[in-house]
């Protein structure tokens, strides 16, 4: 029994080590709050960790009988470690594949863009238009204003392909600007609870209750949605300096 528990103990240990890397590295570079909650990444993590912290080493505490011979005990291991190795490339490129890049503010709303929704054509055109803020691998997540072109046609075009299930503005990296210079837009687009879209009735109520409680006021034009792939929050602004002092859950 000793044995069987210096292994797992080992085991644990050093998946736990590998795991704490990678979630590390892409939580302090894209996923930090409120990207992971945005983007919905918590059953990717669930069977990361089912994997590589439950079942890799557990495995490892019932196949790790010291009377085997050491080659057939690395046999073992090695098999488990092996489906620890693919779980954890196939969550890790999922991870990495749906990273948050950028907190847009466009119209109306608040909106997460994640690696996988950008088009390679329009990465190209945003690399080439717009370097500065073009999305690069090594780049954290930013937030900035996507903002529609001034020629009516661009626009309408772009508006038409949104409607009907296309790429948005979002979603074109060579419109974005620079967060500050969208705040005064910005501003005007700020409402009460009760006005935001995206919300039900039963939402509002309980993002009303949540903000009374830390002391805001839900009536006052000065929140906006911020919508993902899960559940949207809802933003609170000062208005006069047009900054987030507050994310608040619907769900």
Same mark, same amino acid.
Request: glycine share 8%; hydrophobic share 45%.
């Given at each position: 029994?000793?044995?069987?528990? +210096?292994?797992?103990?080992?085991?644990?240990?050093?998946?736990?080590?590998?795991?704490?890397?990678?979630?590390?590295?892409?939580?302090?570079?894209?996923?930090?709050?409120?990207?992971?909650?945005?983007?919905?990444?918590?059953?990717?993590?669930?069977?990361?960790?089912?994997?590589?912290?439950?079942?890799?080493?557990?495995?490892?505490?019932?196949?790790?009988?010291?009377?085997?011979?050491?080659?057939?005990?690395?046999?073992?291991?090695?098999?488990?470690?092996?489906?620890?190795?693919?779980?954890?490339?196939?969550?890790?490129?999922?991870?990495?594949?749906?990273?948050?890049?950028?907190?847009?503010?466009?119209?109306?709303?608040?909106?997460?863009?994640?690696?996988?929704?950008?088009?390679?054509?329009?990465?190209?055109?945003?690399?080439?238009?717009?370097?500065?803020?073009?999305?690069?691998?090594?780049?954290?997540?930013?937030?900035?204003?996507?903002?529609?072109?001034?020629?009516? +046609?661009?626009?309408?075009?772009?508006?038409?392909?949104?409607?009907?299930?296309?790429?948005?503005?979002?979603?074109?990296?060579?419109?974005?600007?620079?967060?500050?210079?969208?705040?005064?837009?910005?501003?005007?687009?700020?409402?009460?609870?009760? +006005?935001?879209?995206?919300?039900?009735?039963?939402?509002?109520?309980?993002?009303?209750?949540?903000?009374?409680?830390?002391?805001?006021?839900?009536?006052?034009?000065?929140?906006?949605?911020?919508?993902?792939?899960?559940?949207?929050?809802?933003?609170?602004?000062?208005?006069?300096?047009?900054?987030?002092?507050?994310?608040?859950?619907?769900?």
């Amino acid at each position: 029994m000793k044995f069987r528990l +210096k292994a797992f103990g080992l085991h644990l240990l050093c998946s736990a080590s590998v795991l704490g890397v990678v979630w590390g590295s892409l939580y302090w570079g894209w996923y930090h709050w409120p990207g992971w909650y945005l983007d919905d990444v918590l059953s990717v993590i669930g069977v990361m960790a089912g994997v590589d912290l439950a079942l890799g080493p557990m495995l490892t505490f019932v196949v790790g009988n010291p009377l085997k011979s050491r080659r057939d005990l690395a046999r073992d291991v090695g098999l488990i470690v092996l489906v620890q190795i693919v779980a954890l490339v196939y969550g890790s490129m999922a991870l990495w594949s749906g990273r948050p890049l950028y907190y847009t503010f466009s119209a109306d709303r608040l909106e997460l863009v994640r690696a996988s929704d950008l088009e390679p054509a329009e990465i190209a055109l945003g690399l080439t238009r717009n370097p500065e803020l073009a999305p690069r691998w090594y780049k954290p997540l930013r937030w900035v204003w996507a903002r529609f072109p001034e020629d009516p +046609k661009i626009a309408n075009d772009i508006l038409s392909s949104a409607v009907m299930g296309g790429s948005d503005v979002i979603d074109m990296p060579q419109y974005f600007r620079r967060w500050e210079e969208g705040l005064p837009e910005l501003r005007k687009q700020l409402k009460g609870v009760d +006005k935001l879209a995206n919300l039900s009735e039963k939402d509002k109520k309980r993002v009303k209750a949540r903000m009374t409680a830390r002391g805001f006021n839900a009536d006052a034009p000065s929140t906006m949605i911020m919508t993902g792939r899960g559940a949207p929050l809802v933003a609170v602004f000062e208005r006069s300096s047009v900054q987030i002092q507050a994310l608040i859950q619907s769900d």
